[in-house]
């Protein structure tokens, strides 16, 4: 294999990079490599930031990765955008303003658009988070841009989930829809230097009020560009973290987690039996009935199993 699988563990950056290409390209080595670095997962905070564009999302990261470099902690940077193109390094200095860190072996910033996405962008996103957490980055964030389907999948393979909005009226109701708001932990209100923040609270307590929302969720006010406000939400992090673990949540969502990623993968090797059967039965039906045909196509492939 390509990968020192020590190396990796160990937090070297030039063997954490390389397998997460293996992962985005799907390569041979995939498989072996994720049995591998299993053992060593589950230790990281994995933290989803989502948000519409321009919110002020990887502003807020950086003012997050300074508060947890000081206290020493490793930190990893998954940005993903699934409207790009791209992976890798190149992009970086566009989306995330963190050339501060370029130096500091003890952050990790990765970014991954839908080259990564052979297998599904948030299928590459979450063995990627799984080979930080091995490379023994505490904290591993996970920044999507925009509130569709594909980041509402990439969040919910996140531990804590952090919505940013400001106030600019609008991106609430559409992070409602797109049932964000559902799986979001904490909500982070930033650009609280501008006007209408107040209201947008009031909005946001009366959402959250009618989803029946359970009280752990929180509401912070930040100002991204100056820092104001990051320690607070540093805190509930922290404290939302600390909840995850002692109520059992942690261990409910990982198994959640796990559910659906095998259910995926036992899914994709039933397609895959399936589609000759299919296209077979299908060559020319004697019959138009959907239900007659799927019948025929199930038996054949019980009869296929029986040989
Ligand atoms: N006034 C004000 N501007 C902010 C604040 N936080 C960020 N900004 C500005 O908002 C713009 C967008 O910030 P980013 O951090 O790039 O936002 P983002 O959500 O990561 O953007 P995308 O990744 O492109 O979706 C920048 O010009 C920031 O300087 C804030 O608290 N107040
Ligand atoms: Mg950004």
Redesign the pocket.
Known sequence: MKVNLEALLDGRERQVGRAISIVEDRHPDQRELMQEIHPHTGRAQVVGIT?S???????LVNQLLKHWRKKGEKVAVVAVDPTSPFSGGALLGD?IRMHDHDADSGVFIRSMGTRGSLGGLSEACQDTVRLLDAAGYDRVVVET?GVGQSELDIMKTADTVAL?LYPSGGDIIQAFKAGIMEIADLFII?????PGVNQLKAELEDLLHISGAPSYKTISE????TGEGTKAVIEALEQHHEWLKQSGEKQDRRARQLETDVRRRVLERLEKEMEPVLKEVMQKPDTQDPYELADRIYKRLQERKGE
């Open positions: 948000g564009p321009g919110a002020g999302k990887s502003s989306r841009v940013v930033n650009k609280a230097d501008l930040t100002v991204s560009t």
